[in-house]
């Protein structure tokens, strides 16, 4: 026995361990899902950069390997061009190549100018033709070559690539072609032509960071009398592209961390209701338990009395009539509250079986309290009560249980003679209401007794409710009225409500809605005239 009981109190523990291991493990889950998730996005987006790299500098490794090629050629074309006049009449060639600036011929002893594409830029003839080639080039020196001699120069705030290319003319004499091309032109028709393909690069002019493996490199051959130096580019991964894939990181985990913050919410907030209905169960199975004790002394009490006295009236034990007198009251109050508890009984087990059923009827309600009043005046004066009764003139009929009305009459004066201490009384109202567009008869009870806690009104209408008070565990009482109560006056499309101070009194409000008034014609054309 001792086990079982030791093992049932251990049960709701063990219970409560277990459902907080359950939350801190899903907020253990939660979190490490988090951590997981954002290091995923954070691998995805470090892929993405380091690809987004590598191809920047497989498209530098492609620029730098094109670059002096292309230049080769264009430079190839232009020789051959000359090579090809035998009058030496050395005229510019007739596709001009696009990206090249300015174009010279020497052939040992003559500088030819072969022009330049589109408008002559005078500062770039100039510096070509006083800086770069101002002394006598050697020819011997030129290697004769597939690539081009590259040095720099600047002109004009322009920098410039001079490439040399050794050739030989149509006698097979040496010749030099000499191309001038500003680095803004390589930029804009060579570069950039090659890195806008692909969305994630783009290229940069970074002074000088020769470590950066992505700049353009156009090996410069180091002629001693060119000052000057390359432009740096970089082609290295978009700032929009970088921009981009930090903001996917930072969305991502905004978005994941949002997500899981309102599932633990959720899961915290189902908890808490979780918690909250067992709670309720479980105070609701105790009130149950307590209801066979309460109710067990609710009968003995009056059957033992009752018995006592029919004995001794039997008995002839009595010699006064008014003593005798007084024993048929005991008798009749006693079996009067054995008759309401019964009642109450079995109206909540129907309730509660959804078997209860009501006859509705137009009823006159002042008429059903004043009859329920006078039943219990004898027991309100018994019981030292000051009473009083007051009923509203042309009150609005009710459609009604005649017997539930008395029902609830009977529950509100028996709690208020139960529920009161030194100050005795007991006041009844019968009014019409009309308050809130509602029309009806507001039956009210009150009284000056022990009053109610604010804490237990939300329950008193719940099954088997007793308040924790000890003057109402005091008095013999199931927690079954005032449920009755309440299913009666939902029943009728009423409402009840408590107005209660502690040790000032409860004032407990039944309305019940009037019977809806026929519509007669009469009432349908005023109507339509109101409209209008
Ligand atoms: P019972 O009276 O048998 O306990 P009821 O359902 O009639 O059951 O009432 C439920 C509880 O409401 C009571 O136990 C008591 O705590 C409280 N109560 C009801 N009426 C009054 C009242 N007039 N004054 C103070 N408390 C009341």
């Known amino acids: ?267 915290l907030l189902a908890m808490w209701f979780l918690t909250r209905v067992v709670r309720r169960e479980v105070a609701l199975a105790e009130l149950k338990s307590g209801f066979v004790a309460d109710v067990s002394h609710e009968l003995k009490t009056p059957l033992a009395l009752i018995r006592m006295f029919a004995e001794t009236l039997r008995d002839g034990r009595v010699a006064s009539d008014e003593k005798r007198q007084e024993y048929y009251e005991v008798i009749l109050r006693e079996s009067t509250r054995l008759t309401d508890l019964i009642h109450n009984i079995l109206d909540f087990s129907r309730i509660e079986a959804g078997r209860k059923e009501y006859h509705l009827q137009t009823t006159d309600v002042a008429a059903a309290v004043e009859q329920t009043y006078a039943t219990y005046r004898p027991q309100l004066e018994h019981a030292g009560f000051e009473h009083e009764l007051r009923v509203e003139s042309g009150l609005p009929s009710v459609d009604a249980d005649r017997g539930a009305i008395a029902q609830i009459l009977v529950n509100l004066i028996t709690n208020a003679v139960k529920y009161s201490d030194d100050e005795k009384y007991v006041l009844i109202e019968v009014t019409s209401d009309t308050r809130r567009n509602r029309r009806g008869v507001l039956i009210s009870v009150h009284d000056l007794g022990i009053g109610i806690a604010p804490e237990d009104r939300a329950m008193l209408t719940e099954g088997f409710y007793r308040a924790s008070d000890s003057r109402v565990r005091g008095k013999a009482g199931a927690g079954l009225g005032l449920a009755v109560v309440r299913h009666i006056v939902d029943a009728h499309g009423g409402s009840l409500d408590v107005e209660s101070r502690l040790v000032k009194g409860s004032t407990f409000r039944v309305f019940l809605p009037a019977t809806p008034e026929p519509v007669t014609s009469e009432d349908k054309t005023d109507g339509a005239n109101t409209d209008r």
């Not at 987006?45 to 620029?63: I, N, P």
């Not at 090629?69 to 510019?92: G, I, Y």
């Open 1 to 267: 026995m001792s086990t079982d009981a030791s093992s049932s109190k251990r049960r709701p523990l063990v219970t409560g361990v277990a459902g907080l291991a359950m939350v801190v493990l899903a907020i253990g889950l939660a979190v490490v899902g988090n951590i997981l998730a954002f290091e995923q996005v954070r691998s995805v987006t470090t892929r993405l950069m380091t690809e987004a790299t590598a191809r920047a500098g497989q498209v530098a490794a492609t620029a730098n390997e094109q670059f002096p090629q292309r230049l080769a050629s264009a430079l190839r074309m232009v020789a051959d061009h000359v090579r090809r006049r035998p009058n030496k009449t050395w005229e510019p060639p007739p596709r001009f190549p696009a990206w090249i600036d300015k174009l010279y011929v020497w052939n040992g002893t003559e500088l030819r100018d072969l022009g330049a594409a589109g408008q002559e830029n005078p500062a770039i003839a100039s510096v070509v033709r006083n800086q770069v080639l101002a002394g006598p080039l050697e020819i011997s020196a030129v290697a004769f070559t597939a690539s081009p001699q590259i040095d720099f120069a600047r002109a004009d705030g322009e920098e410039l690539v001079i490439a040399q290319l050794g050739s030989t003319d149509v006698d097979l004499n040496p010749m030099v072609v000499v191309a001038a091309i500003s680095q803004a032109r390589i930029e804009a028709d060579f570069l950039r032509p090659l890195v806008s393909a692909d969305d994630a690069l783009q290229l940069a002019v970074t002074g000088a960071d020769p470590d950066n493996g992505n700049h353009l490199d156009v090996p410069n051959s180091g002629s001693q009398n060119l000052a000057g130096a390359l432009r740096i580019w970089a082609i290295q991964p978009a700032k929009a592209f970088v921009d981009d894939q930090r903001r996917t990181v930072l969305t991502q985990t905004l978005v994941y961390v949002g997500l899981t913050t309102v599932a633990l919410g959720t899961l």
